[in-house]
């Protein structure tokens, strides 16, 4: 401090804005937006029901239906998928754990909300990730979003999404697909971008139209980075429906927040451990699925 | 389907973002390193002029860097010209719409490029029916269409394997395939064989000689390699740093190379094979002497049916077995060497 007392008081206290100014713009910014959302309330309300419906719908189907029903359902799905006996087994040996442990409602509810969260961001991600492909400046637009998407921290995009829905599924999914997108969107804008510049030559040489090149070209030969995109939001909307729990998605998560509360060191890992699990099939199965995509490339002439 | 002429007329082509500002700078004689070092533009095509004949090989051949790649991709507008009209059936190739130059890359055009360019998720047989899928051409059509030409090219039996599960001989006649299977008028070969063993390559020219004499289309090939260029070339332009530096038949560039450049190129090529008797007989004066030997026949081959006769002397005979000119062994031989002040030449160049 002995520094500054020779000094004038502008290079020793960074000059910011009067507390009274701060608060003042506060106020105004935050009565603005609330006074938005109160007058618009009813339209908004209008406009999520069906979503809100939808979600109700799928968790409803999801835990309702007779757990074998389920989980054969399931596993159909994950063989299907992945081709796999072990896959299935262990898909199989999870269930039944988390069915064993009493998490089986709660599990089901986590994997309808994962589902539609994968399937928003998959569904809004690829077109997108292709558009910004495609032209130079809508990916100079989008990548910064994506940059502020990615590394804002979830909590704080949870408030106006709050503000504007309430407490929710609606909310709690917007929030998922918000994290969630990022990666689909810029693994498909990549895996586009990366595909071999001869071969679009040859499709344009013989005619094709943009429609053409993408269906024919572009999309097959960045699926394998397309499926990366769509892995890592698997993983994503996982990881964040737990944070969506403080907003009222129910599940697992909700189970996790309780555990923090109250340290319950037990019920959290259990809980901890069935997200796991839950993540295992899902990222097993959606890879085994993409390399049985990418059959032609292993063949090698020799 | 009769063939049609591909015009070349004053093109010029500048790559960088103001290429057509420069244009009548190129036009009153900039040159290409003052083009590159003052404004940063590359010159790849000046003033080039060809006529390239309708049902037959037009080569176009230079060494890497000389606009042979540039000039091919201008026919089917790949490359946006920056100067200068691609004529074909006389309408100008640069100033088609989309849709018109859709439908002529889609009717008139086939391309095979030298990095074959398969779509590795396809098998053999979607490959090749691409180009007629895009047309919109039914499945089962196209489907016939397509085996037809894969067996053409020797490839029955790999219909349903990955380009990845195919030799470099074997992707590029898939490449061939899919470009024959659309049935163009005209047929683009971009190095096409470069990438090839040379016994393959062989192979391979002699698989596209077979299928031109039958169906005559207007091939354009690109390449570096000199003996390729005669071996299929009904014309030859060879191209360096953007310019044409000479045009002709194979044999008019040997015979008269252009320039010390050129001369240096066709010093290591087999003479042999590419000379024809007619070429150096000498009008018949009195009676055919020898053995008859018909036109158009190389002097290599002349030279072999003579030495196994065990003569030194023949007449030439046109297509009516009219004996047109006379020809000694003595001539041929002569004529087969690569002729001493070409060496100096080429030395000079070098």
């Known amino acids: ?302 | 389907m009769a063939s049609h002429a591909i015009e070349i007329r004053n093109l010029y082509k500048i790559f960088g973002p103001n290429g057509v500002d420069f244009i009548d700078r190129v036009k009153a004689g900039m040159s290409k390193s003052e083009l590159n070092e003052k404004y940063g533009h590359v010159l790849g095509l000046q003033d080039i002029n060809i006529s390239m004949p309708a049902g037959g090989v037009m080569v176009v051949m230079g060494l890497s860097g000389s606009g042979k790649s540039t000039l091919i991709r201008h026919i089917n507008r790949l490359i946006e010209p920056t100067a200068g009209e691609v004529l074909y059936d006389g309408v100008d190739v640069c100033r088609m719409n989309e849709a018109d130059l859709r439908d002529f890359r889609r009717h008139k055009t086939a391309m095979v490029f030298q990095k074959f360019a398969l779509l590795p998720h396809r098998t053999v047989i979607e490959n090749t029916v691409y180009g007629l899928e895009i047309q919109g051409v039914p499945a089962a059509e196209r489907q016939k269409r397509a085996r037809h030409w894969i067996e053409r090219v020797g490839l029955s039996g790999f219909e349903n394997h990955y380009p990845n599960q195919l030799s470099g001989g074997m992707q590029q006649r898939v490449g061939l395939a899919r470009a024959l299977t659309n049935d163009a008028d005209i047929l683009l070969m971009d190095e096409a064989y470069s990438a090839l063993d040379p016994l393959i390559r062989v192979d391979m020219q002699t698989v596209l000689l077979e299928l031109q004499k039958e169906l005559k289309k207007t091939v354009v090939f690109i390449t570096h390699d000199l003996d390729e260029a005669l071996r299929l070339g009904d014309k030859i332009a060879i191209l360096r740093d953007g310019k044409v530096v000479q045009q002709g038949t194979g044999q008019e560039i040997v015979l008269n190379p252009a320039d010390d450049y050129i001369t240096a190129f066709v010093k290591e090529v087999n003479r042999g094979r590419v000379i024809n008797v007619e070429t150096i007989m000498t009008p018949l004066a009195g009676n055919p002497e020898g053995m008859p030997i018909a036109a158009g026949t190389v002097l290599e081959a002349a030279a072999r049916a003579m030495t196994a006769a065990n003569q030194t002397i023949a007449h030439v005979v046109d297509a009516s077995n009219r004996p047109i000119g006379s020809i000694p062994l003595a001539a041929i031989i002569a004529s087969m060497v690569t002729p001493a002040e070409h060496d100096q030449h080429a030395q000079a160049a070098a």
């Not at chain 1, 969630?180 to 498909?188: E, H, Y």
């Not at chain 1, 899902?282 to 990418?294: E, H, I, N, P, V």
Request: glycine content about 8%; charged content about 10%; proline content about 5%.
């Open chain 1, 1 to 302: 401090m002995a520094l500054c007392d020779n000094m004038p008081a502008v290079v020793c206290r960074f000059p910011a804005l009067s507390d009274s100014t701060i608060r003042g713009g506060r106020k105004v910014i935050d009565e603005g937006f609330k006074g938005l959302v109160r007058s618009y309330s009813s339209i908004i309300d209008a406009a999520v029901q069906p979503l809100q419906t939808f979600l109700n719908f799928l968790e409803r189907l999801f835990v309702t239906s007779p757990w074998p029903i389920v989980l054969t359902v399931m596993l159909v799905v994950v063989y299907s998928c992945s081709r796999s006996q072990n896959v299935t087994i262990g898909t199989a040996a999870a269930m039944l754990f988390i069915g064993l442990f009493g998490l089986w409602n709660d599990a089901m509810v986590t994997l309808a909300m994962t589902t539609v969260c994968t399937l928003f961001a998959v569904v809004l991600g690829i077109p997108i990730g292709i558009l910004m492909a495609r032209f130079d400046r809508v990916q100079s637009f989008v990548n910064p979003v994506l940059d502020v998407m990615q590394t804002m921290p979830s909590f704080v995009y949870l408030i106006p999404v709050v503000m504007v829905f309430g407490i929710g599924k609606v909310p709690g999914m917007i929030a998922v697909v918000i994290y969630a997108i990022p990666p689909m969107i810029r693994l498909t804008n990549l895996g586009i971008r990366l595909v071999d510049r001869e071969v679009l030559e040859a499709a344009d040489a013989f005619g094709s139209s943009s429609w053409q090149k993408l269906k024919n070209v572009q999309f097959p030969l960045a699926l394998p980075t397309i499926m990366a995109g769509i892995n890592q939001t698997i993983m994503m909307s996982l990881a964040m429906v737990v944070v969506a729990s403080m907003v009222g998605v129910g599940g697992l998560g909700k189970n996790v927040l309780g555990a923090i509360n109250n340290q319950f060191f037990t019920v959290g890992f259990l809980n901890g451990f069935a997200l796991v699990a839950i993540a295992i099939i899902f990222d097993r199965t959606s890879q085994a699925y993409g390399k049985r995509l990418q059959k032609h490339t292993e063949v090698v002439h020799g």
